[in-house]
């Protein structure tokens, strides 16, 4: 416990990997792939792709299925990723006709709708990867291929139809496909083996950056809908616990705009040695953002899951995103962690109010940081507070 966390992160990882050490000393392994398919980053262009399965046969769709894991506590998600084991063979992206078969299976694979029945044969026994560090996210061992087969699975018929369009574009194949109400993870699976665009243009993407690019995706193309609606007429506050994260949204009127800040407490991973709680965010006004946003994905998972409601709702609105990141969660396990806790938040009933004071009140109810320490690292309060519209001036006049 010298690291100060409530729970130790390596302990959780070690036990998870104990558990499964029985499958480590297998070069050969059966079961049923959720299914679940990785595109690696390391040594880019040149990357590692492969199948993720589990030692035994059945329904696994849980152990990839990020949109079932809100609720559940961290040593089980830990559990689910190193449940898998991951074959890899190296190719590089800009030429995924020359992986040959395998990438053909892989693609099968991610478009089935069911668990699929899975062989992998590795050079050598998987290879368990216990990182003695608290910023790893947890992930189960790897070995390369040797051969792979799998069984034929019943395809989504939606994917299926973006994947044989080699016209249509890959932005506008993962819009089709979010409005039809296929899983966001499943169109990032899919986008990362290069299964979208136009057919000259098809690559393999990092499933890192894949994840990232999905969401960025389809949020712009939802925001330029939201942005022809009206605005709330009333300032609305959603609130939402996970894994010992805390997460509250402020729809305020107006035009919209986007914040999400994050504040690290001592003890957490980017503030492991700290005594006062890091706050770091980004924003983005009514006109589409063009650069990367400093805090990295999670700005862009948080950015979907508001985009998605104001489109449920037909309106447009000025968002504020706040999560306090406590000690309790010991280890980051992925930006889904963000887009479906933010999703939760915004599925249950706000508080409504009609001002920002009431607004703020409530909210600093449920949050642990002081009200003048968000104010001081947020551009819509600093903007919403300090300044003086011209509407101000005209109700004055009235008056």
Known sequence: MLCGKLHCPIIVKARSLAKHSHVYNLEKLEGSSPPSVFVGRIGYPKVYIGP????????TTI???PEAWIGRPIDEIVDFRYSLI?????VNINEPQRSGRLLDLLQEVAMSTRSVDSEASFTHKPRDNLSVDDISQPFGPSAPLKSFRASAGSADRNIERCFYDHSLKANQAALDLHRRGVPVSKIQRSFCLGMFGELPRRKLVPTRWGITAVDNSISLSLLREVKQYEPLDSYRTYFFKNLDNIFLAVFMPGRWSFEWIEAWFPGT???SNGVSPQLMGDYEGSKERTTYAEVGGCYYSARLAAAEKLVSEQHQASVLILREIH??????????????????ALGTKPKEFNSLQETLNYAMSKLTIPLNRWIQNSQTLQETLLQRRITDFLGADKK
């Open 327 to 344: 000690k309790g969660y010991i280890m980051p396990v992925g930006v889904w962690n963000v887009r479906e806790s933010v999703r939760a």
């Open 269 to 271: 991973v980017w503030n």
């Open 52 to 59: 993720m399965l589990p030692p035994y046969h059945g329904d």
């Open 86 to 90: 991951r074959g890899k063979t190296a």
């Open 63 to 65: 152990l990839d299925e």
